[in-house]
């Protein structure tokens, strides 16, 4: 079993930056991938990135293209987020999940979430 936990989120002006971090501990070996998903009071939850865990291979959704990077530490137990050029749309509560099949697209099949941080892009 994972358990996830983030944190990096906070208060930050529009076009500032911000990491976010989620630390994966336990059986982490049967990972397939790893993703941030967001959600916004009254709105959907919503795709942002994603990274298969051996090969690194990274997905972003189009509304993050060319301004968040998703990567992963060398050991395998840390997922992050780089987020830059931020927006005010894109203040949200921001999960991280983990996926231990490739069955699927790249945004569905996640089983474990963690409670999530906030991110606010305000004046």
């Known amino acids: 079993q994972v358990q996830l936990v983030e944190s990096g989120g906070g208060l930050v002006q529009p076009g500032g930056s911000l990491r976010l971090s989620c630390r994966a501990s336990?059986?982490?070996?049967?990972?397939?991938?790893m993703a941030w998903f967001r959600q916004a009071p009254g709105k959907e939850r919503e795709f942002v990135a994603a990274?298969?865990?051996?090969?690194?291979?990274?997905y972003y959704g189009d509304s993050v293209q060319g301004r968040f990077t998703i990567s992963r530490d060398n050991a395998k137990t840390t997922l992050f987020l780089q987020m830059n050029t931020l927006k005010p749309g894109d203040t949200a509560l921001y999960y991280c999940?983990?996926?231990?099949?490739?069955?699927?697209?790249?945004?569905?099949?996640?089983?474990?979430w963690g409670q999530g941080t906030q991110v606010t892009v305000s004046s």
């Open positions: 999940a983990a996926k231990d099949t490739d069955w699927g697209s790249i945004g569905a099949g996640y089983s474990t």
């Open positions: 336990g059986r982490t070996f049967s990972t397939y991938a």
């Open positions: 990274i298969t865990w051996n090969g690194g291979s990274p």
